[in-house]
């Protein structure tokens, strides 16, 4: 095991590397004249170009320039340094003020999944084809079925406007209540795979031969259903959340932009819309940390769950 | 004549450790209904050991979950009949005095054990379950009998192996853990359905001797459900054969062997592969099992029957009783067993 996640980390590194260089690459090596970019519609003056060609290393061009860039900026990324972006700002401090809006939010969502969609999937699976059962498979179809682009500012008139049940926006500081809609909105997607996930586990493992082994032992229903069953129900389920936590944490550019939450999609949304690269690249690149670092949990979290799974 | 042979008079106190009589089970299906099990009779004495004998899909597996109350309710429904323990009807009693006999009265054995046991929990922990659950036992009283039963059946370095996975076992020892778990609350009764048939050849003659070693130690009664003749003839007692959910054939082993009273039970006999009549392209049985949504009528062997007559396509046949408390369910037992005698 231990070797196993020595070889993940190292195949970590490479992953990240990678994926900065693509990310950084797309950014940038498309762009005709940067310091236009920069400077959007209005007019650059000689003295300004010739500051910023020397601020940014523009003066290499080429393939050669834009790698001389790119080691330029992973030697700053390797020491904590994400750079500023185009309006001046620290990255690290942007993401410093996002990321604890944007793992509230994250975790809300997957409580609210977790909470409804693996206690309803589990009752569902116990009751299949009841009316419970069948209720559930429409209402998850519907839900995953309904882009968030749809459902978010759905949700947003009837509950937040015209109902008044919850704030409509989130503001700067937003309050755990403030953020209780838009989490629901953002968990009801994880929610509706958990239901279906859970149920089609818990179905199939009630007709698994070790149930009819335990009815031998003459064990309680309840304990074949809870120990035995759900234990072994929950492993793709948990294998799902964490993958999904993961996806959450990287921040939601839809939900947040709908209820003006200043999480991370948010900001990457406004940086790319602003075509403000460095700030697209640095908050990717710590994205790609956190998906990375989320993915080998959950793979350990696996083998610790299921004693079958064995790493080399 | 007809007779029955486990007359309906027959005496709790006199009677028999486990009895069933005239058990009808069907499964109801969205395709119709199947019925597995037609007027099932057999019984079981304390110490003795009952093969039940039977093609898949005879209804032999089924009879013994109905035995153990273990039957998936739906699509399988207990249509009549009755199942005694010690004289009383399991049938009528509430699920919950089932379940206090599951395991401490009649217990039960798979045939795969690999899937019978949860992948997800240490053996030990597999075994010492029934102990603390049933037996009221701690934690640590739990561990140190689950232990000496592995030890019983003969698992080397139990001790080391109790935190061990399933899957970390070999098919064998597998499926000793399983008999180690079934025998946690010393049952009256094992079932051991198909145990060997998961298994290599060498080691089906191991768990086999290991299951009769057993059950003479722990003065058990077995009910051993198998397809496997050769499984049958060293361990058993009484052999009861079954058809279609029907027995068919129901004798002691030395005169089933010798001479078999039912066509099907003489056809199962000669696809035996034998040493002493090599050369000889191997006899088989013709045509399948019946669809047990449509059972021929009459007797329901009678499309494969080489000694098919007009009565058996058209009469149910009764069990013919024919001494020694053999009975056979066919029109022609008497003619059948001669046959074989004279072969």
Known sequence: MFRYILRRLLQMVLAFFGTTLIVYALTFAGQGDPIQALAGERPVTPAQRAYLTEKYNLDQTGVGGFFYRYFDYVKDLLQGNLGESLTGRSIGDILQQAWPVTVRLALIALAVAIIFGVTAGVLAGIRRASIFDNSTLVLTLLVLGIPTIVLAPLAQYFLGVKWQLFPPTAGSDPTFYALLLPGIVLGSLSLATALRLTRASVAENLRADYVRTARSKGLVKRRIVVVHVLRNSLIPVVTFLGVELGNLMSGAIITEGVFNIPGVGFNLFRGIRTEDGPLVVGIVSVLVVVYLVSNLVVDVLYAVLDPRIRYE | ?343
Not at chain 2, 244 to 261: C, F, M, T
Not at chain 2, 263 to 292: A, C, H, M
Request: some cysteine; proline content about 6%.
């Open chain 2, 1 to 343: 004549m007809t007779v029955n042979p486990t007359p309906a008079s027959a005496t709790p106190e006199g009677g028999h450790l486990l009895e069933l009589r005239d058990l009808h089970v069907e499964f109801r299906t969205n395709e119709g209904v199947a019925r597995v099990i037609n007027g099932v009779s057999y019984h079981l004495d304390a110490g003795e050991t009952l093969a039940v004998l039977g093609e898949s899909g005879s209804g032999k597996s089924v009879t013994a979950q109905a035995i153990m109350g273990i039957l998936d309710t739906p699509p399988a429904f207990v249509r009549s009949g009755q199942i005694l323990y010690k004289g009383e009807d399991l049938l009528t009693r509430s699920e919950e005095q089932r379940r206090q006999v599951r395991g401490k009265e009649i217990a039960m054995i798979f045939q795969d054990a690999l899937s019978a046991l949860n992948p997800v929990f240490p053996v030990g922990w597999q075994i010492g379950e029934t102990l603390r659950q049933r037996a009221g036992m701690s934690r640590a009283d739990a561990r140190r009998r689950a232990v000496e039963l592995m030890d019983l059946v003969k698992i080397p370095g139990a001790a080391k192996r109790i935190g061990d996975y399933p899957h970390q076992f070999s098919g064998g020892m597998r499926q000793r853990v399983m008999i180690a778990m079934a025998l946690a609350l010393d049952p009256k009764v094992l079932i051991a359905d198909e145990p060997t048939t998961a298994l290599d050849v060498t080691v089906q003659a191991q768990i086999m001797d290991l299951l009769a070693d057993l059950r003479r130690e722990l003065n058990m009664a077995m009910i051993l459900i198998t397809h496997d003749l050769g499984v049958v003839a060293g361990v058993a007692d009484r052999i009861a054969v079954m058809y279609a959910g029907r027995i068919v054939e129901h004798a002691d082993v030395r005169s089933l062997y010798k001479a078999p009273a039912h066509p099907y039970t003489k056809g199962l006999l000669e696809s035996i592969p034998r040493l002493d009549v090599r050369g000889q392209e191997l006899s088989t049985i013709k045509g399948l099992p019946p669809n047990l949504m449509r059972i021929p009528s009459g007797c329901p062997f009678h499309p494969r029957c080489p000694y098919v007559q007009q009565v058996c396509v058209d009469e149910v046949p009764h069990d013919l009783v024919l001494g020694d408390g053999r009975t056979s369910a066919c029109h022609f037992a008497q003619e059948v067993r001669d046959d074989s005698v004279a072969r």
